[in-house]
T-cell receptor, first 112, second 112 residues
Framework: DAKTTQPPSMDCAEGRAANLPCNHS???????VYWYRQIHSQGPQYIIH???NNETNEMASLIITEDRKSSTLILPHATLRDTAVYYC?????????????FGQGTRLTINP | SAVISQKPSRDICQRGTSLTIQCQVD?????MFWYRQQPGQSLTLIAT?????????ESGFVIDKFPISRPNLTFSTLTVSNMSPEDSSIYLC?????????FGPGTRLTVT
Protein backbone atom coordinates (compact mmCIF):
# COMPACT_ATOMS: atom_id res chain seq x y z
CA ASP A 1 0.00 0.00 0.00
CA ALA A 2 1.09 3.56 -0.71
CA LYS A 3 2.35 5.54 2.27
CA THR A 4 1.10 8.89 0.96
CA THR A 5 -2.18 10.79 0.81
CA GLN A 6 -2.86 13.64 -1.61
CA PRO A 7 -5.91 15.72 -2.51
CA PRO A 8 -7.59 14.18 -5.55
CA SER A 9 -7.67 17.40 -7.54
CA MET A 10 -6.46 21.01 -7.55
CA ASP A 11 -6.75 24.04 -9.79
CA CYS A 12 -4.22 26.81 -10.34
CA ALA A 13 -4.13 29.89 -12.54
CA GLU A 14 -1.54 30.08 -15.28
CA GLY A 15 1.54 32.05 -14.19
CA ARG A 16 0.91 31.49 -10.51
CA ALA A 17 2.77 29.12 -8.21
CA ALA A 18 1.16 25.69 -7.85
CA ASN A 19 1.62 24.18 -4.38
CA LEU A 20 0.81 20.47 -4.17
CA PRO A 21 0.62 19.00 -0.66
CA CYS A 22 1.36 15.43 0.39
CA ASN A 23 1.07 13.63 3.72
CA HIS A 24 3.38 10.73 4.56
CA SER A 25 3.06 10.40 8.32
CA UNK A 26 4.38 6.81 8.45
CA UNK A 27 7.58 7.52 6.53
CA UNK A 28 10.72 5.87 7.94
CA UNK A 29 13.95 7.72 8.57
CA UNK A 30 15.77 6.45 5.49
CA UNK A 31 12.89 6.58 3.00
CA UNK A 32 12.95 9.19 0.28
CA VAL A 33 10.02 11.24 -1.02
CA TYR A 34 9.67 11.27 -4.81
CA TRP A 35 7.43 13.30 -7.11
CA TYR A 36 6.38 12.25 -10.59
CA ARG A 37 3.80 13.54 -13.00
CA GLN A 38 1.86 11.82 -15.73
CA ILE A 39 0.46 13.70 -18.67
CA HIS A 40 -2.46 11.97 -20.36
CA SER A 41 -1.41 8.31 -20.15
CA GLN A 42 2.22 8.92 -21.09
CA GLY A 43 4.86 7.27 -18.91
CA PRO A 44 5.36 9.06 -15.58
CA GLN A 45 7.97 11.81 -15.67
CA TYR A 46 10.42 12.21 -12.79
CA ILE A 47 10.29 15.65 -11.17
CA ILE A 48 12.30 15.70 -7.96
CA HIS A 49 13.10 13.74 -4.81
CA UNK A 50 14.43 14.43 -1.32
CA UNK A 51 15.15 12.92 2.07
CA UNK A 52 15.02 15.71 4.65
CA ASN A 53 16.44 18.88 3.12
CA ASN A 54 14.53 21.09 0.75
CA GLU A 55 15.43 20.49 -2.88
CA THR A 56 15.20 22.60 -6.03
CA ASN A 57 15.82 21.84 -9.68
CA GLU A 58 14.86 23.36 -13.00
CA MET A 59 11.33 21.95 -12.79
CA ALA A 60 10.24 22.44 -9.19
CA SER A 61 11.03 22.84 -5.52
CA LEU A 62 10.37 20.27 -2.82
CA ILE A 63 9.73 21.42 0.72
CA ILE A 64 9.83 18.69 3.40
CA THR A 65 8.69 19.48 6.93
CA GLU A 66 11.14 19.04 9.76
CA ASP A 67 9.29 15.99 11.11
CA ARG A 68 9.19 14.57 7.53
CA LYS A 69 5.50 13.76 7.85
CA SER A 70 4.49 15.96 4.95
CA SER A 71 5.90 17.74 1.95
CA THR A 72 4.91 20.25 -0.71
CA LEU A 73 5.84 20.32 -4.37
CA ILE A 74 6.04 23.83 -5.77
CA LEU A 75 5.82 24.66 -9.47
CA PRO A 76 6.90 28.31 -9.36
CA HIS A 77 5.24 29.60 -12.54
CA ALA A 78 2.64 27.14 -13.73
CA THR A 79 1.89 26.87 -17.45
CA LEU A 80 -0.90 25.07 -19.27
CA ARG A 81 1.57 22.25 -20.05
CA ASP A 82 1.84 21.53 -16.33
CA THR A 83 -1.69 20.12 -16.34
CA ALA A 84 -1.17 16.50 -15.27
CA VAL A 85 -1.63 13.97 -12.48
CA TYR A 86 1.08 14.50 -9.85
CA TYR A 87 2.18 11.57 -7.71
CA CYS A 88 3.89 11.90 -4.35
CA UNK A 89 5.62 8.62 -3.53
CA UNK A 90 7.61 7.26 -0.63
CA UNK A 91 10.23 4.89 -1.97
CA UNK A 92 10.13 1.75 0.16
CA UNK A 93 12.42 -1.22 0.50
CA UNK A 94 10.57 -4.48 -0.15
CA UNK A 95 11.87 -7.92 -1.06
CA UNK A 96 15.43 -6.61 -1.20
CA UNK A 97 14.83 -3.73 -3.61
CA UNK A 98 13.88 -0.07 -3.46
CA UNK A 99 10.42 0.35 -5.01
CA UNK A 100 8.08 3.16 -5.94
CA UNK A 101 4.56 2.39 -4.72
CA PHE A 102 2.12 4.80 -6.35
CA GLY A 103 -0.93 6.28 -4.65
CA GLN A 104 -3.82 7.93 -6.44
CA GLY A 105 -2.13 11.29 -7.05
CA THR A 106 -3.47 14.81 -7.49
CA ARG A 107 -5.00 15.87 -10.79
CA LEU A 108 -3.68 19.42 -11.28
CA THR A 109 -5.47 21.63 -13.78
CA ILE A 110 -3.83 24.88 -14.86
CA ASN A 111 -6.41 27.39 -16.01
CA PRO A 112 -5.73 30.23 -18.46
CA SER B 1 18.01 10.26 -17.42
CA ALA B 2 17.39 7.04 -19.35
CA VAL B 3 15.97 6.40 -22.80
CA ILE B 4 13.48 3.53 -22.64
CA SER B 5 11.55 2.09 -25.55
CA GLN B 6 8.72 -0.43 -25.48
CA LYS B 7 7.27 -2.62 -28.18
CA PRO B 8 4.53 -2.79 -29.19
CA SER B 9 3.19 0.66 -28.33
CA ARG B 10 -0.33 -0.71 -28.46
CA ASP B 11 -2.15 -3.89 -29.41
CA ILE B 12 -5.62 -5.35 -29.55
CA CYS B 13 -5.74 -9.03 -28.64
CA GLN B 14 -8.35 -11.73 -28.33
CA ARG B 15 -9.11 -13.34 -25.01
CA GLY B 16 -7.20 -16.51 -24.30
CA THR B 17 -4.12 -15.44 -26.24
CA SER B 18 -0.78 -14.16 -24.91
CA LEU B 19 1.22 -11.02 -25.66
CA THR B 20 4.91 -10.39 -25.01
CA ILE B 21 5.96 -6.80 -24.37
CA GLN B 22 9.57 -5.79 -24.89
CA CYS B 23 11.49 -3.13 -22.99
CA GLN B 24 14.85 -1.80 -24.23
CA VAL B 25 17.07 0.64 -22.32
CA ASP B 26 19.81 2.80 -23.82
CA UNK B 27 22.42 1.67 -21.26
CA UNK B 28 22.97 -1.04 -18.70
CA UNK B 29 20.82 -1.04 -15.58
CA UNK B 30 20.60 -3.47 -12.69
CA UNK B 31 16.96 -3.18 -11.69
CA MET B 32 14.01 -3.12 -14.05
CA PHE B 33 10.37 -2.90 -12.99
CA TRP B 34 7.06 -3.68 -14.65
CA TYR B 35 3.91 -1.75 -13.79
CA ARG B 36 0.29 -1.97 -14.82
CA GLN B 37 -2.09 0.95 -15.10
CA GLN B 38 -5.73 -0.01 -15.46
CA PRO B 39 -8.11 2.50 -17.06
CA GLY B 40 -8.52 5.58 -14.89
CA GLN B 41 -6.31 4.15 -12.15
CA SER B 42 -2.86 4.74 -10.75
CA LEU B 43 0.16 2.54 -11.42
CA THR B 44 0.51 -0.84 -9.73
CA LEU B 45 3.86 -2.60 -9.48
CA ILE B 46 3.75 -6.09 -10.99
CA ALA B 47 7.30 -7.33 -10.47
CA THR B 48 10.96 -6.45 -10.16
CA UNK B 49 13.44 -7.98 -12.61
CA UNK B 50 17.07 -8.18 -11.59
CA UNK B 51 19.44 -9.49 -14.25
CA UNK B 52 20.62 -13.00 -13.52
CA UNK B 53 17.93 -13.90 -11.03
CA UNK B 54 14.26 -14.76 -10.95
CA UNK B 55 11.83 -11.86 -11.00
CA UNK B 56 10.13 -11.07 -7.70
CA UNK B 57 6.38 -10.55 -7.89
CA GLU B 58 4.16 -8.28 -5.83
CA SER B 59 1.14 -9.55 -3.99
CA GLY B 60 -1.64 -10.42 -6.41
CA PHE B 61 0.64 -11.14 -9.37
CA VAL B 62 1.99 -14.59 -10.28
CA ILE B 63 4.65 -15.86 -12.63
CA ASP B 64 2.27 -18.12 -14.57
CA LYS B 65 0.17 -15.12 -15.58
CA PHE B 66 3.00 -12.59 -16.04
CA PRO B 67 6.25 -14.41 -16.89
CA ILE B 68 9.23 -12.08 -17.14
CA SER B 69 12.59 -12.51 -18.81
CA ARG B 70 15.72 -10.48 -18.15
CA PRO B 71 18.41 -11.88 -20.45
CA ASN B 72 20.83 -8.96 -20.14
CA LEU B 73 21.34 -5.56 -18.54
CA THR B 74 19.50 -3.57 -21.23
CA PHE B 75 16.46 -5.70 -22.05
CA SER B 76 13.43 -7.33 -20.46
CA THR B 77 10.14 -8.84 -21.57
CA LEU B 78 6.79 -9.18 -19.85
CA THR B 79 4.26 -11.69 -21.14
CA VAL B 80 0.59 -11.33 -20.37
CA SER B 81 -0.74 -14.88 -20.61
CA ASN B 82 -4.20 -16.27 -21.26
CA MET B 83 -5.61 -12.77 -21.52
CA SER B 84 -9.06 -11.68 -20.44
CA PRO B 85 -10.74 -8.26 -20.85
CA GLU B 86 -9.66 -7.44 -17.26
CA ASP B 87 -6.06 -7.39 -18.51
CA SER B 88 -6.81 -4.35 -20.67
CA SER B 89 -4.33 -1.82 -19.29
CA ILE B 90 -1.23 0.17 -20.01
CA TYR B 91 1.89 -1.82 -19.14
CA LEU B 92 4.97 0.22 -18.28
CA CYS B 93 8.60 -0.69 -17.97
CA UNK B 94 10.77 1.26 -15.55
CA UNK B 95 14.47 1.30 -14.72
CA UNK B 96 16.49 2.43 -11.76
CA UNK B 97 19.53 4.61 -12.28
CA UNK B 98 21.22 5.72 -9.10
CA UNK B 99 18.53 7.15 -6.83
CA UNK B 100 16.21 7.94 -9.72
CA UNK B 101 13.72 5.78 -11.59
CA UNK B 102 12.58 6.36 -15.16
CA PHE B 103 9.59 5.07 -17.08
CA GLY B 104 9.03 3.94 -20.62
CA PRO B 105 6.17 5.22 -22.78
CA GLY B 106 3.98 2.22 -22.02
CA THR B 107 2.17 -0.44 -24.04
CA ARG B 108 -1.57 0.03 -24.33
CA LEU B 109 -3.26 -3.38 -24.39
CA THR B 110 -6.91 -3.94 -25.22
CA VAL B 111 -8.35 -7.44 -24.85
CA THR B 112 -11.57 -8.22 -26.67
Amino acid sequence: DAKTTQPPSMDCAEGRAANLPCNHSTISGNEYVYWYRQIHSQGPQYIIHGLKNNETNEMASLIITEDRKSSTLILPHATLRDTAVYYCIVRVRRQGAQKLVFGQGTRLTINP
Amino acid sequence: SAVISQKPSRDICQRGTSLTIQCQVDSQVTMMFWYRQQPGQSLTLIATANQGSEATYESGFVIDKFPISRPNLTFSTLTVSNMSPEDSSIYLCSVERGTEQYFGPGTRLTVT
